[in-house]
């Protein structure tokens, strides 16, 4: 274990910083989504980068979220949620829900899926699923979920918001090289 503890140089590895680790952390693209749930009958919800899948059997995916969260509790308490993949029109829904002690939902056009978590409209793809597990790792929790519902095939029709260096990015199709 102690050579896994080295840099590049060989000296061992004094305390990361947090701010160079998310900086470093940062050249990893990434989608966004928008975590929801229901409270009563008001939608909440939260935006987050870290989202992926875990299994296919049974099908299960995964995000993480702060510890000290003041949305993630309400939403763990009805034991669902929804995944909101976004599209690359969207960033403004991604800032919308980032900002705290606003009303994040404010002008979303949104449904409920059969399960009652919010949908929100023109998303990239998005997911219904019942808490599974979650861990406590670090600063974070570990939410696993179970899927139950998703969109359809035909809901698959933009393109993804990707997040990356920390500035929103859109894909672009590829070059075909020279021959």
Same mark, same amino acid.
């Given at each position: 274990?102690?050579?896994?503890?080295?840099?590049?140089?060989?000296?061992?590895?004094?305390?990361?910083? *947090?701010?160079?680790?998310?900086?470093?952390?940062?050249?990893?693209?990434?989608?966004?989504?928008?975590?929801?749930?229901?409270?009563?009958?008001?939608?909440?919800?939260?935006?987050?980068?870290?989202?992926?899948?875990?299994?296919?059997?049974? *099908?299960?995916?995964?995000?993480?979220?702060?510890?000290?969260?003041?949305?993630? *509790?309400?939403?763990?308490?009805?034991?669902?949620?929804?995944?909101?993949?976004?599209?690359?029109?969207?960033?403004?829904?991604?800032?919308?829900?980032?900002?705290?002690?606003?009303?994040?939902?404010?002008?979303?056009?949104?449904?409920?899926?059969?399960?009652?978590?919010?949908?929100?409209?023109?998303?990239?793809?998005?997911?219904?699923?019942?808490?599974?597990?979650?861990?406590?790792?670090?600063?974070?929790?570990?939410?696993?979920?179970?899927?139950?519902?998703?969109?359809?095939?035909?809901?698959?029709?933009?393109? *993804?918001?990707?997040?990356?260096?920390?500035?929103?990015?859109?894909?672009?199709?590829?070059?075909?090289?020279?021959?």
């Amino acid at each position: 274990m102690e050579s896994v503890l080295k840099t590049v140089t060989g000296d061992a590895v004094d305390a990361i910083d *947090p701010r160079a680790f998310r900086n470093t952390l940062g050249h990893y693209a990434s989608g966004i989504t928008i975590i929801g749930g229901l409270e009563g009958d008001e939608p909440v919800g939260f935006t987050c980068q870290s989202f992926y899948s875990v299994s296919t059997e049974p *099908p299960l995916v995964s995000f993480s979220v702060m510890l000290n969260s003041t949305t993630y *509790p309400r939403i763990r308490e009805t034991g669902r949620f929804s995944v909101n993949v976004l599209s690359h029109e969207q960033h403004e829904i991604s800032n919308q829900f980032a900002r705290k002690g606003t009303d994040k939902w404010a002008g979303i056009d949104w449904s409920a899926t059969a399960n009652h978590n919010p949908v929100i409209a023109d998303t990239l793809m998005w997911l219904d699923c019942d808490i599974w597990a979650e861990y406590e790792a670090g600063d974070h929790y570990i939410v696993i979920g179970k899927v139950n519902e998703m969109s359809s095939v035909d809901w698959h029709t933009r393109q *993804p918001l990707l997040y990356f260096k920390g500035q929103y990015r859109h894909l672009r199709e590829v070059e075909a090289a020279a021959s």
